[in-house]
């Protein structure tokens, strides 16, 4: 079956420090990649995504890659802030037969001033 | 009102109180989904419907009864429930299942306590 395995927390960093939360799955297929994030009495929101080998996903300052090769998506941001606190999600997810996403068990980032 | 909502947003119950969680997603998707999220533990998913058929139950006690009447409608009928069941119930919606990249839209979640 499918799996995601996620980096344990929590991560604690300064401002402005590089964040990097590493991912790594198994699937039977080519899945698509997802990363989500909570923050605090909030449901869960995506982050990015990427569908193929090699895509970056991209939004607010976060990328992630989709390596095929070593079957990681490892969320990156360059300059973290106080408000990127919150728990991140890393799933995949595959179309046809099992669609239903496997999610990571999540990784709580704090930032501090 | 835009992607999913729940309500309530927060719930307190006796053990044999019988009370429901309802979420309705505004997105157009065909596929509900109910997650259980409690603390220290991963996301367990607990019911899936599809074109309101339910196409998953995970093993989850009958004391949780969903019910899905459309495809924006869905609720989490609940009874005598044991404290343990204390989580934040989050629901979630996507599209057709297998014709896009099936990411999901959560709705923000009912803290549920039961006494």
């Known amino acids: 079956g499918n799996s995601v395995t996620q980096m344990e927390g929590p991560v604690t960093l300064s401002e402005e420090a590089f964040l990097t939360i590493n991912c790594t799955y198994t699937a039977t297929g080519y899945p698509s990649l997802f990363w989500y994030v909570q923050y605090p009495g909030e449901g869960l929101q995506l982050l990015l995504k990427?569908?193929?080998?090699?895509d970056k996903g991209s939004n607010k300052g976060f990328e992630a890659t989709y390596r095929k090769e070593t079957t990681s998506f490892h969320l990156e941001k360059g300059s973290v802030q106080v408000s990127d606190s919150a728990v991140y999600f890393c799933?995949?997810?595959?179309?046809?037969?099992?669609?239903?996403?496997?999610f990571g068990r999540g990784t709580s980032l704090i930032v501090h001033p | 009102e835009t992607g999913v909502t729940q309500t309530p947003r927060h719930l307190v119950m006796g053990m044999t109180n019988k009370k429901s969680l309802k979420c309705e997603q505004h997105l157009g998707h065909n596929a509900m989904y109910w997650y259980k999220q409690s603390a220290k533990k991963p996301l367990e998913l607990m019911f899936v419907?599809?074109?309101?058929?339910?196409?998953e139950n995970n093993s989850v006690p009958s004391r949780f009864s969903p019910e899905c009447p459309n495809s924006s409608h869905l609720f989490l009928h609940l009874h005598t429930l044991q404290p343990e069941d204390s989580a934040l119930y989050l629901c979630a919606s996507s599209q057709t299942p297998g014709q896009g990249y099936n990411e999901q839209f959560f709705g923000p979640g009912t803290r549920l306590t039961v006494l």
């Open positions: 419907y599809n074109f309101k058929e339910q196409t």
């Open positions: 799933a995949l997810s595959e179309d046809g037969g099992s669609y239903i996403p496997t």
């Open positions: 990427a569908t193929k080998a090699d």
